[in-house]
């Protein structure tokens, strides 16, 4: 795929964190507030052109309110990106899968020291808790690659082909995404529903974030900017 000569594919995943403190002074005239967002449209600009990064959306909030929100750069599509382009939450989702468990600690349906094959047969006889899978400290390892979406694996598949390819766990700290994998099985064999179904249940309609969901083939939450790492689309 072109990209344009003022888009530069990733070398590098970065996060940018924007800390608010108490020296940059959002309350006041009019005049200054919008002086502060036209210095945020050109700080985030130079930031995005000069790291090389396709496409970024960022959003503000103070006090519960949306401060400020803008798009840069461009979609897949060559399209300007605003702030409600889609783009893959990727890793984020583990935050969703997090508040899932937690609800349903709450409803008593889920303790944090069981073990997960109480929930999943395919984990009996190992010595994995919930809790050592919400912190990575399981000693799972992601030795699995996903697959394109059209040739997903089923939940079980999945789950067997992973316990079947670790050896010895020591259980100390390792991101996995593995990790959340299962806790997410955990979340549907509990709620009965499947992963998508609960969370858009129980997490997203209740907050009513309108242009958020899961992407499906051929659905409309398609994300409109392709990640990229390294030069290559990911």
Do not use: C
Not at 21 to 34: K, M, Q, Y
Not at 145 to 153: G, I, L, V, Y
Request: aromatic fraction near 8%; proline fraction near 3%.
């Amino acid at each position: 795929m072109q990209r344009s000569a003022l888009i530069k594919p990733l070398k590098s995943i970065l996060i940018f964190y924007i800390i608010v403190t108490s020296n940059l002074v959002f309350a006041g005239t009019l005049d200054n507030a919008i002086d502060t967002k036209e210095k945020l449209d050109l700080s985030l600009e130079n930031i995005r052109a000069e790291n090389g990064v396709p496409a970024m959306a960022v959003g503000i909030i103070e006090n519960g309110e949306i401060y400020y929100q803008n798009g840069f750069g461009l979609t897949s599509a060559e399209q300007a990106v605003t702030s409600k382009t889609k783009f893959r939450v990727a890793s984020l989702t583990k935050l969703f899968t997090a508040q899932a468990v937690m609800q349903l600690v709450e409803d008593e349906k889920i303790n944090l020291n069981d073990k997960i094959g109480k929930y999943l047969p395919e984990f009996d006889g190992e010595d994995l808790t919930i809790i050592e899978l919400m912190t990575h400290h399981s000693g799972l390892k992601d030795k699995l690659k996903p697959k394109n979406q059209s040739k997903q694996r089923s939940i079980s598949q999945y789950l067997q082909q992973s316990i079947a390819e670790q050896r010895s766990l020591t259980k100390s700290f390792e991101y996995a995404d593995l990790n959340f994998n299962v806790l997410g099985a955990v979340v549907s064999k509990v709620s009965g529903k499947p992963y998508s179904s609960y969370i858009n249940d129980h997490i997203i309609r209740p907050i009513q974030l309108t242009n958020t969901g899961f992407m499906q083939l051929g659905d409309s939450f398609s994300p409109e900017v392709e990640p990229y790492i390294n030069d290559v689309i990911n």
